[in-house]
T-cell receptor
Framework: GNSVTQMEGPVTLSEEAFLTINCTYTATGYPSLFWYVQYPGEGLQLLLKATKADDKGSNKGFEATYRKETTSFHLEKGSVQVSDSAVYFC???????????????FGKGTKLSVIP | SQTIHQWPATLVQPVGSPLSLECTVEGTSNPNLYWYRQAAGRGLQLLFYSVGIGQISSEVPQNLSASRPQDRQFILSSKKLLLSDSGFYLC????????????FGPGTRLTVL
């Protein structure tokens, strides 16, 4: 079956530091890959996505590149801010599940804390 | 654009009591809907999904159930809550134009005492 593995948190960084959150996946086909962000007390928001190999998703200064050869989708940001403190989830969708839906498989999440 | 409402926002219930959480969606028709639970330190667990009125698929066995009485309404229920049912419950809708994306509601924080 499909699976997503994220680096264990929590991750604590100083403001303006460089961020990397590792994500690797296992899938039988050619999945789409996502990063979701969850701010304290809120639901999940889609941060960025990539639908095929070598695609780069980007949003709000965050980037992730779909690497098929290493089955990875690492999240990066060059200079984090306090407002980036949140839990980040890597996820994949392998498309139509055959039951009328497109199901997502999530990693366990990585908590990021940015201190001034 | 799609909007997802969940209520209540927070709930504290005793063990053995019933549960009803509601999710409603605006801005789309015939959506695929999902219930997830987020327990502390365990990531997101898919509980149920629905592709239409009265159609429910269960992903994990548990004492929870789901129903879809209307096109844009998805309800999560239990007859008798357990301590292990505590968590953050999220409703999600599949994107109307990007089928493999999901958009999440604000969630319900359930504490079972």
């Amino acid at each position: 079956g499909n699976s997503v593995t994220q680096m264990e948190g929590p991750v604590t960084l100083s403001e303006e530091a460089f961020l990397t959150i590792n994500c690797t996946y296992t899938a039988t086909g050619y999945p789409s890959l996502f990063w979701y962000v969850q701010y304290p007390g809120e639901g999940l928001q889609l941060l960025l996505k990539a639908t095929k190999a070598d695609d780069k998703g980007s949003n709000k200064g965050f980037e992730a590149t779909y690497r098929k050869e290493t089955t990875s989708f690492h999240l990066e940001k060059g200079s984090v801010q306090v407002s980036d403190s949140a839990v980040y989830f890597c996820a994949l969708s392998e498309g139509y599940s055959g039951a009328g839906s497109y199901q997502l498989t999530f990693g366990k999440g990585t908590k990021l804390s940015v201190i001034p | 654009s799609q909007t997802i409402h969940q209520w209540p926002a927070t709930l504290v219930q005793p063990v053995g009591s019933p549960l009803s959480l509601e999710c409603t969606v605006e801005g789309t028709s015939n959506p695929n809907l999902y219930w997830y639970r987020q327990a502390a330190g365990r990531g997101l667990q898919l509980l149920f999904y629905s592709v239409g009125i009265g159609q429910i698929s269960s992903e994990v066995p548990q004492n929870l159930s789901a129903s879809r009485p209307q096109d844009r309404q998805f309800i999560l229920s239990s007859k008798k809550l357990l301590l292990s049912d505590s968590g953050f419950y999220l409703c999600a809708v599949e994107g109307a134009h990007s089928y493999n994306e999901q958009f999440f509601g604000p969630g319900t924080r359930l504490t079972v005492l």
